[in-house]
């Protein structure tokens, strides 16, 4: 069955370090992977996403991603970390054929000063 | 701001009670899909409609069905509600009904069963 972990519930990082938000999936065929991005009080927002060709994805607001098919991972980095990123991050993986998207549990990030 | 409006924002009721979730998808899109976001359960895949179809279903209790109307709103019926029905509930949007399609949120309805 698919399935996607993140295996940090949460994770705080000072601002101006950098960030790695770990994501792992399981899927028989090659994924459709997503992250987005949670505000509180607020819906979801696509950060990147990865269906194939180069392995490294640049998405908006300065993160990036990465697609290791041998690790099965597709982690989030930032280099930089501004305040305003603190928010909860979704990794997901999108079922071809079943038409619907499986979410890992989330991460939420915090950010100090 | 997605161009995905959903209403209400907030909804109160009482178990055994019967309530309707409505979504405008942004303009163009022809797929709806809900999903439901609770502290237990994270962000859980209910249904996906295409086009007034439906083309996908997940984790959706019997108690629980949607629809899709010729103008592309969507509506969500959750029945007989228990107080495990408490969560937010994210209607999402898109284009077409390839995964590769960017889904656009809403803002969510928070609902509460008392």
């Known amino acids: 069955a698919q399935s996607v972990t993140q295996p940090d519930i949460h994770i705080t990082v000072s601002e101006g370090a950098s960030l790695e938000l770990r994501c792992n999936y399981s899927y028989g065929a090659t994924p459709y992977l997503f992250w987005y991005v949670q505000s509180p009080g607020q819906g979801l927002q696509l950060l990147l996403k990865y269906f194939s060709g180069d392995t490294l994805v640049q998405g908006i607001k300065g993160f990036e991603a990465e697609f290791k098919r041998s690790q099965s991972s597709f982690n989030l980095r930032k280099p930089s970390v501004h305040w305003s990123d603190a928010a909860e991050y979704f990794c997901a993986v999108g079922v071809t054929g079943g038409f619907k998207t499986i979410f890992g549990a989330g991460t939420r990030l915090f950010v100090k000063a | 701001d997605s161009g995905v409006t959903q209403t209400p924002k907030h909804l109160i009721t009482a178990t055994g009670q019967r309530v309707t979730l409505r979504c405008s998808p942004r303009?163009?899109?022809?797929?709806v899909y809900w999903y439901q976001q609770s502290l237990d359960q994270g962000l859980q895949f209910l249904i996906h409609?295409?086009?007034?179809?439906?083309?996908a279903k997940g984790n959706i209790l019997e108690r629980f069905s949607a629809q899709q109307f010729p103008d592309l709103h969507s509506e969500l019926n959750l029945s007989s509600l228990e107080l495990g029905d408490s969560a937010l509930y994210f209607c999402?949007?898109?284009?077409?009904?390839?995964?590769?399609?960017?889904?656009?949120f809403g803002p969510g309805t928070r609902l509460t069963v008392l």
């Open positions: 303009s163009g899109d022809l797929s």
């Open positions: 409609y295409y086009n007034g179809e439906e083309r």
């Open positions: 999402a949007s898109s284009v077409d009904v390839g995964m590769d399609n960017e889904q656009f």
